[in-house]
Each structure stands twice: as structure tokens, then as C-alpha cells.
């Protein structure tokens, strides 16, 4: 089991910027990758921005130049730096990590996080 734990989400006016911080703990043997999603109201869940163990990035179209995604292997964190964020940004943002025990690979996400940006 993983635990996940997103931090860092709340109220911003257009414009600003915020950091999302994600921990993971539990029995994690071994992190493939680690990334972001959002779910607006109404909406499907979207990938935001992705990173793998050995450091390659995806961002998603919509949040590229804005958003950066980042790690911190040692910590088994990652982080979601926002910036230039627009009311189209607004949604819960969550955690998600794949983890590998030998050959098997395990899908894990947390309880997310509200992002509100206003105009």
C-alpha cells in the first residue's frame, strides 16, 4: 500500500502562481513515475504532467510554459509548479504515482488538492 499526500492548493487571482507538493510513504519498492491530473466539474480527469524515475517530463499542452513538473527522489515527492495560472486551471488537482515490486506495478492516487484561480 501507498499513501499519497497532496499540499500546496487554494485560492490565487489570474496571474499568480502556486506550488503543489506531493509525499508518498508506504511500502513503495521502487517509484516508475510520478504525476499530476486535474478534474474540473463536470468533467473527465486530464493528465497535467507526468515524470519518470529517470527524470523525463510530459506536460500537457494546455499548461505548457506555465507549469512545471519536478522531483525529489529521496523524499519520493513531487512538486507542480504553477505559474501564470488562469481561471481555465481551476479544478482538483491530484497525486498520482506508479510504483514497481519486481515485475508487478501498482496504481496509486491521493485525495487531491482544490485549485481555485479567479479572474
Known amino acids: 500500500q501507498v499513501q499519497l499526500v497532496e499540499s500546496g492548493g487554494g485560492l490565487v487571482q489570474a496571474g499568480e502562481s502556486l506550488r503543489l507538493s506531493c509525499a508518498a510513504s508506504g511500502s513503495i519498492f521502487s517509484i516508475y513515475s510520478m504525476g499530476w491530473y486535474r478534474q474540473a466539474p463536470g468533467k473527465q480527469r486530464e493528465s497535467v504532467a507526468t515524470i519518470t524515475s529517470g527524470g523525463s517530463t510530459d506536460h500537457a499542452d494546455s499548461v505548457k510554459g506555465r507549469f512545471t513538473i519536478s522531483r525529489d527522489n529521496a523524499k519520493n515527492t513531487v512538486y507542480l509548479q504553477m505559474n501564470s495560472l488562469k481561471p481555465e486551471d481551476t479544478a482538483v488537482y491530484y497525486c498520482?504515482?506508479?510504483?514497481?515490486?519486481?515485475?508487478?506495478?501498482?496504481?496509486?492516487w491521493g485525495q487531491g488538492t482544490q485549485v481555485t484561480v479567479s479572474s
Open positions: 498520482n504515482t506508479i510504483v514497481r515490486a519486481g515485475s508487478e506495478y501498482a496504481n496509486y
